[in-house]
């Protein structure tokens, strides 16, 4: 049933590209790329309740924590960057670096926000610029050029336990 409909969805799209199109039908309407600019009017924005640094937190279980929400993001992409960024830093950042870590990805109520700060998109605001960015843009940029195509397992984690 699927082979048949796809064949004839194939005849079809044959058969538009042979025949012209009358000029009496109206063009296909679509984005044009000349829209108005959005008034952002539907724009609804969830407040988020405001970070708080943890200060009694021990460094194990901020550690714990931070690896847990740098894998579940709000998007892929920052799934993917910040779960091998965390892989490969957290074990070895202070507890300085770890509460500007811990700032960076929850004071944002924008994962975009982070994305493109970190991929140099959009400029990183003063509060964020720091040596935490410096490293997250680093890793970024991907100068081994490794394959980032899904999250690191968690088996690393035991490992270092033994």
Do not use: H
């Not at 590209?17 to 600019?37: D, E, I, K, N």
């Not at 279980?61 to 894998?71: I, N, V």
């Not at 997250?136 to 490992?159: A, G, I, M, S, V």
């Amino acid at each position: 049933m699927a082979a048949a409909m796809g064949l004839r969805l194939l005849s079809f799209s044959r058969r538009a590209l042979r025949t012209p199109r009358p000029s009496s039908l109206p063009a296909r309407r679509g984005y044009q790329g000349g829209s108005p600019a959005d008034s952002r009017k539907d724009l609804l924005e969830i407040p988020l309740p405001p970070w708080q640094e943890r200060p009694s937190e021990p460094l194990q279980a901020k550690r714990a924590r931070l690896l847990y929400e740098s894998r579940k993001r709000g998007m892929l992409e920052n799934c993917l960057l910040l779960s091998l960024f965390a892989k490969e830093n957290l074990n070895s950042m202070t507890e300085r670096q770890l509460n500007l870590y811990d700032r960076l990805i929850n004071e944002p109520s924008n994962d975009w926000d982070i994305y493109y700060w970190a991929t140099e998109a959009k400029p990183t605001p003063e509060v964020f610029e720091n040596d935490v960015m410096v490293m997250l843009k680093e890793f970024t940029k991907n100068k081994n050029k490794e394959q980032r195509l899904r999250q690191p397992d968690l088996e690393y984690l035991f490992e270092l336990s033994r």
